[in-house]
Structures are given as structure tokens and as C-alpha cells.
């Protein structure tokens, strides 16, 4: 493959996980240098309700090595409240909060809700010159109706990918289709699962392995046409995330860390 391939989580601060990947006793603020062990990159979620303070970026910067990457969503102020107009104050704040993981900063998310339908594509092509060239970003549509060859077009302009999800928004034979077609330089990736009845994430209680098996040749057809892959899988995938990452690494042909030995890993990236 020409294209790194990185697979993480969707978070990593889940007290279920406590056992069955995190050793027992592990205490909150040592989740994410222990996390760090196992995998080379996370999604955080919790930029997109509340602008992150410095402090807590420089935190999260501190606890991993030079190879972990973040992939962080854009502020729903932006996406959900303002609805991309007269953003660029939050826009402006975020980037310079976000600016100081430096190269560890692999890609923001701009993810839309299902009210933001193609109508609103002026929005979005006024928006998107407000990106800056030194940050990477994707974006996430929840309307089957985004998924049109001038909106592609667009992201292609600016570089922007287009984020494949595997959930109950968009159908997967589209989603594999498009992955034929990426937008941008790198690839941008979502395992969701159908809904969120699970609550309990401590273990696989679902099996969906198929799936992933089905993405496995988009996956490495993507890693042959970008430079870097992000994989991302939420709790609500199978029930524990953790493992559906390890599982999709042994069918991509990663490096795979055995959670027993987390605790005695060497900080891997």
C-alpha cells in the first residue's frame, strides 16, 4: 500500500473499558497515555460542544508520542447553530486552540445533521474558502442527497474529504462507491453501527465482522490512492470498540497490541 492506514476509536475516556482494555485500577487521567499503547490515533468528540481551552490541548498533546495523531470535529456552533454563516469567530478561535497539537493534529470533522440538506450548498461553497491550507478537513453529510458529483467536485477544490460512513445514514454500496473517488490527499473513515440501543461498551455484543470485511478492499484501494487513511469505530459498531479496532487491523495487516500487555508496552506513537 502507497497509504498509511490508522485505526483508533471514537474516545478513549470510557470507564467500561476498564478491564477488558484498560488494566484494572487505571485511573482517568492515564486513559489516554495507555490508549496511545494500542493504537495511533483517536477521534474527540468533545470539541464539538465546547470549544477546547488551551490547556486541555496542550494535555492531550503531552500524553502522546510524536507519531499519535488527533482527528478532533469542528464546534457545533459552527455545523448545527450557526449553520456555516458568520462563523468565522469560532472558526478563528477553534483553529488557533486546535493549532497547538501541531503535527499531531491530523484532521478536523465537519459533521452536518440531517437539517442540513443540498439546499444549503451556497453555505457551504462560501464556507469553504474560509478553510485554511495548513489544516486538513473532512466533512460528514447525513443526507443521501449531498452525495452528487458538483458537491464532490467542491470538496475536491478545496482538498476537503469527503467522510465515508458506515451507519444507518447512508447506504454501504454507495459509501464503497464513493471510496473509488476520494476528494482530497487522505481518506477519512466512520464506524458507527445501525443505532445506539448498546449501552453497555465493556464487549462485542454484536458481531459485524462482515462489514468489515467488506471494507477491507475499499480500505486498501483507498490506502493506494492517499497518502494516510483514518479509521475511526464508536462503541456502537459492535459494544466495545477497542476490539472492533483490533479486528480491523488484523484484517488490514497492522500491528496489533494485545490489551494484557498495554500496561507494559513502551509508548509505541
Known amino acids: 500500500m502507497a497509504g498509511s492506514i490508522h485505526v483508533g476509536t471514537q474516545g478513549w475516556n470510557y470507564h467500561h473499558w476498564v478491564g477488558p482494555f484498560y488494566p484494572i485500577g487505571t485511573r482517568d487521567g492515564d486513559f489516554l497515555r495507555l490508549y496511545a499503547r494500542a493504537f495511533d490515533t483517536v477521534e474527540i468528540d468533545s470539541t464539538f460542544y465546547a470549544l477546547p481551552p488551551a490547556s486541555t490541548v496542550r494535555g492531550w498533546a503531552a500524553k502522546v508520542g510524536e507519531r499519535f495523531r488527533f482527528a478532533l470535529k469542528l464546534p457545533q456552533a459552527i455545523t448545527h447553530e450557526r449553520h456555516l454563516v458568520d462563523s468565522r469567530d469560532v472558526l478563528a478561535e477553534f483553529l488557533e486552540s486546535v493549532r497547538l497539537l501541531g503535527t499531531k493534529l491530523a484532521v478536523v470533522l465537519i459533521q452536518f445533521g ?32 449531498w452525495l452528487i458529483r458538483p458537491v464532490l467536485d467542491l470538496l475536491r477544490d478545496y482538498g476537503v474529504a469527503l467522510a ?90 497492522l500491528e496489533i497490541v494485545d490489551p494484557t500487555a498495554i500496561a507494559d508496552q513502551p509508548e509505541l506513537f
Do not use: C
Open 114 to 145: 440531517p437539517d442540513f440538506g443540498p439546499e444549503h450548498r451556497p453555505r457551504l461553497a462560501r464556507f469553504l474558502p474560509q478553510l485554511p491550507g495548513d489544516v486538513r478537513f473532512a466533512v460528514e453529510f447525513r443526507r443521501g442527497g
Open 164 to 253: 465515508l460512513v458506515e451507519g444507518r445514514w447512508l447506504a454501504q454500496p454507495r459509501m464503497l462507491a464513493l471510496a473509488e473517488q476520494p476528494t482530497a490527499g487522505f481518506a477519512y473513515v466512520r464506524f458507527m453501527g445501525p443505532d445506539r440501543t448498546l449501552t453497555d461498551f465493556s464487549r462485542i455484543q454484536v458481531d459485524r465482522t462482515a462489514e468489515l470485511e467488506t471494507w477491507r478492499a475499499s480500505l486498501r484501494a483507498l490506502a493506494e490512492r492517499v497518502d494516510d487513511v483514518y479509521v475511526y469505530v464508536n462503541n456502537h459498531f459492535e459494544g466495545h470498540s477497542p476490539a472492533s479496532a483490533r479486528k480491523l487491523q488484523s484484517l488490514m495487516g
